[in-house]
């Protein structure tokens, strides 16, 4: 009965490659979020969708490709991965006008 | 745009003390404000939240926070710190943002417990 969540856990993979992180909500709401954190824990949103629709894309490198097939899920794509991709990726939810979003467990990817 | 300061990386009390975790902000519109806590290898909860109503805002596990427009603060406290509250504690604002509820993060708080 997970609200928010996502696979995999942990990724640890080489530079150059490509990986997706999927995400999952079962709130029904109809906004999804990314957020990355770095070392330093610091929380920076990526990108919002609103019913499948890209609303914020907060300057990210075009090697992230979000892609939303439902309401219920947003996918994280990541080109020709970088060490400085290393992070924590967060995905979160919210209904609508709501201004409380709920976050997944994390998924914690090491560019080696 | 919006942007919340939390003063002190490190936060440590005593088991029973007072806590208390400072947030700043500035925003240009009135601002919805929240404390997410983060336990050690896990997502983020939210603790509470103020969305313009009441000024004084109480939240989950004893933990309260007072809106004071005059001092654009948001302090998170709690009466009696518990072992369980050793955490990161992360101050956030929101703002209208065509769309989705942008969070913008205030750099953290570490709230260590010492017995």
């Known amino acids: 009965d997970t609200a928010v969540s996502q696979t995999p856990k942990y990724l640890v993979t080489q530079m150059g490659n490509d990986k997706s992180i999927k995400c999952e909500q079962n709130?029904?709401?109809?906004?999804m979020y990314w957020y990355k954190q770095d070392s330093k824990k610091f929380l920076k949103i990526m990108f919002s969708?609103?019913?499948?629709?890209?609303?914020i894309n907060e300057t990210v490198p075009n090697r992230f490709s979000p892609k939303s097939p439902d309401k219920a899920h947003l996918n994280l794509h990541i080109n020709s991965l970088e060490l400085g991709d290393s992070a924590v990726y967060f995905c979160?939810?919210?209904?609508?006008?709501?201004?409380?979003?709920?976050f997944g467990p994390g998924t914690r990817l090491t560019v080696t | 745009a919006q942007s919340v300061t939390q003063l002190g990386s490190h936060v440590s009390v005593s088991e029973g003390a007072l806590v208390l975790l400072r947030c700043n902000y500035s925003?240009?519109?009135?601002?919805?404000l929240f404390w997410y806590v983060q336990y050690p290898n896990q997502g983020l909860q939210l603790l509470l939240k103020?969305?313009?109503?009441?000024?004084l805002v109480k939240g989950i596990n004893g933990f309260e926070a007072e809106f004071k427009k005059s001092e654009t603060s948001f302090h998170l406290t709690k009466p009696s710190a518990h072992m369980s509250d050793a955490a990161e504690y992360f101050c956030?604002?929101?703002?209208?943002?065509?769309?989705?509820?942008?969070?913008?993060f205030g750099t953290g708080t570490q709230l260590k417990v010492e017995l």
């Open positions: 979160a939810s919210s209904q609508g006008g709501s201004w409380e979003q709920y």
């Open positions: 709130l029904g709401h109809d906004t």
């Open positions: 969708y609103n019913n499948k629709e890209l609303i």
């Open positions: 925003s240009s519109v009135p601002p919805y």
């Open positions: 103020y969305t313009s109503a009441a000024t």
């Open positions: 956030a604002v929101s703002g209208p943002s065509r769309g989705g509820n942008k969070l913008t």
